[in-house]
């Protein structure tokens, strides 16, 4: 290995006058090249005709060159530290870094008062790649890099074998670093071998705990760790793949039985002293060690671990590992908190059989959870009817969301009557304010049901287990189910929020959902690009169902209003193939609503009657709840709108007029109804529309508002109520509620050379509304449809375009398209 940058500097000094009195110390742990430079030093002396010798002697002309000078005894440190006095004396010496040897501290104090000290220390990444290009005659890439310095730590006399090793890739690379390292440390005495097999558990552990659990003296267990830190192979800035195999080397040399002893010794003592950390307890649980008392450490830090959810499941496993009994429930929340629900449902089917009522009753809970969260609404329904009757406040919680899914009105209301039999906690009050406030929803007024429920909330993110629904989802849900925007958007943003903590990251369980119900808020507000953003753009196998399904359903949405008729049947077919693996749920009317939409433009409603009628009959099993099935009666109303069908809007027009006396949501959805129909038989009137269309955005319709407006527009060929009702159209849309900035999705950057050639076109910068026809215009859309979209008559849009080429220079249209589209086609993708 060539020698290192750290000590060009000395080599070139004495390469500059060989015969000068050099005073110099070279210090670093094992293996950064001490000996290296020595080597050159020697050589470098021996080619100026210079005595070179390797301890002090009488010889004023000799230069002392000393490697391992911490090998030294006090008396050859002491004359050593007194020829450096000397005028005249040269002495270059190397020596690894200990901080508690007097005699070599003199030593290096000395010599540092001459020169500064030659520090070396493991190579940088980017020293790494230098050193390996040079080896290998050819650059290295960042991923061999990287392979290199965990299997190196970056330590020169580990690089040599590593680099050997290449060809053969990157396994091969690490053990021959391994091989390395084993033979380095098999020349350790075993004092240093056992200090350094404690350290490398964990770099926190000091002399105090090395004492203890080497049963040493404090003197002793002090000059063992300073031996071990000045090795410089356990340090924190080492790659945690490099700790980690020093640490099995060491415990390869040692021994299986001896590396159980020092770990057991290690565990009682900082019991004894009520110093073990969770990450100690967890290094030494998964290196095997099985202990009663590791895995009642283990056990107690999991317990403590709240909003971590794969952190939790770690531990749990560690403890399981390390003996632990009865676990597998606290392992299966944890694990289906992080997603990982097909190992948390293996756990809960070994645990449906337990004899124990209370592990039966979480094995449930978590399982049912799973359920929903899968699609099954049906199947957590069965689940709690097996179970039977309980006391416990969460798990009843969950069953009342899971009967109310699958449309089991009786179960539901059963669950409200039962008493929890444990204390109030905070956890336990807020399952009750989840029981009964669902209960609530199906025959109370919404404000009643929603203010119980939202009692909920005070608890969201306490440890109380995983359910098959979050209180936020559950709040939102009903809010967005009564045309209550303002509160939807508070308690789901608020939510997502939250989910961004570092104390909820690992939640994916719920943070998916959450960041859905947002989106749906936003699109039914007309907020399509924040919309969109919170939809999952990637493959739906990877969601659980539910979330595909909302997902789909989502960008099927957000398409559809869009005027993007080719997304919206790619996103509805692929809802269909998830929706055709779920069971009937009323939390996911809203999505089935938005598909029912989407098929009857698309003339497919047949293929999405059997899962309406489903919804429909379940809703009625519930006892039609106007708070649940007010939404899929508009989506009833639209669909037979879409498909020319008076016959079919009907009974959905007359299901909202009897519900509109117990809801305003109701009754501005009947109104709107009606407005509807009469606008598309042309009969505008400007208040009916009016009314209606702010009726519409009041309850968070903000899109459908302006689209009735819109429609109006164009279904009259009075002038003045056109530009009245696309007038009324800007002003619904303008007033909408922004959307979150976390959501709102990011345009990309302008390819910089595209908007270069356009200026030298001659082009001037567009108004925002000409950027919107010509967005517009470059999707394809004739000038009515873009007046319909962007609420303006197609005289008006012929206007806009005409100004558009003027500004560009065109000379005809196809040159002014061609021009739009190197300028404005990222935009107008996004």
Known sequence: MEVLPAAREALAAVDTDPSAPVKLVVTGGVGTGKSTVLSELRASFRSAGRHVVTHPEAA????VVVDDADLLDDAELDRLTALVAAPDAAVVIAAQPLAHRPALRRLVTALERENPAITLAPLAPAEIGRVAASVLGMPAGPELVRVLASATGGLPFLLTPALSAVSDGAAAVRQAARFALIERLRRVDEGLLDTLLVTSLSTGLGPDDVAAALRMSPEAALAAVDRARAAALVEPSHPQPFLRT???CIAQIAGAARHHDIEVSVLHSQLELSTLTAELALRMAEHGLRDDRLATALTGFAAGTRGHPARAARLYRAAADAGATALSGQLADALALTGDCATAGRLCDDLLTSQDHGERAAAVRIAASIAMHDGGAAQAADLFRWLGP???AVVTAAWTIAALAAGDAAAARATADERPSGPPTSVARAARSVTEGLVMTLDQPY???????SQSLSAEGADGGVLPDTSAALVTLAALHSGDPVRARSVIGR???NDGQPDRADAIFVTQRHRLLLGW???????????????????LATLHRRDALWAAALHTGVARRAGDSGAMQKHWYSAMEVLAESSTDVFALLPLGELWIAAARMRQVDRLQHAIDGAFALLAELGDPVLWAVPLHWAGVHAGILANAPDAVAPHGQALTAAAPGSSFAKALAVAGRTWLRVLANQVDVADVTVAARGLALHGHTWDATR?????ALQTTDQRVSQAMLQLARDLKHAATSPEADLVASVPERDETSSRTFAQRGAAHLSNREREVAELLLQGMPYREIGAQLFISAKTVEHHVARIRRRLGAESRSEMLSMLRAHLAPSAGS
């Open 60 to 63: 004023g002309a000799a230069v």
């Open 246 to 248: 020093v640490h099995d």
């Open 390 to 392: 309980t006391t416990d």
């Open 447 to 453: 404000p009643v049901a929603v203010a119980r429920l």
């Open 495 to 497: 939510a997502v929020h």
């Open 521 to 539: 808020a936003h699109m039914q507000d007309g907020h399509l690009s924040a919309a969109a953003a919170a939809a999952p753009a990637g493959d």
């Open 708 to 712: 009735l407006a819109g429609q109006a």
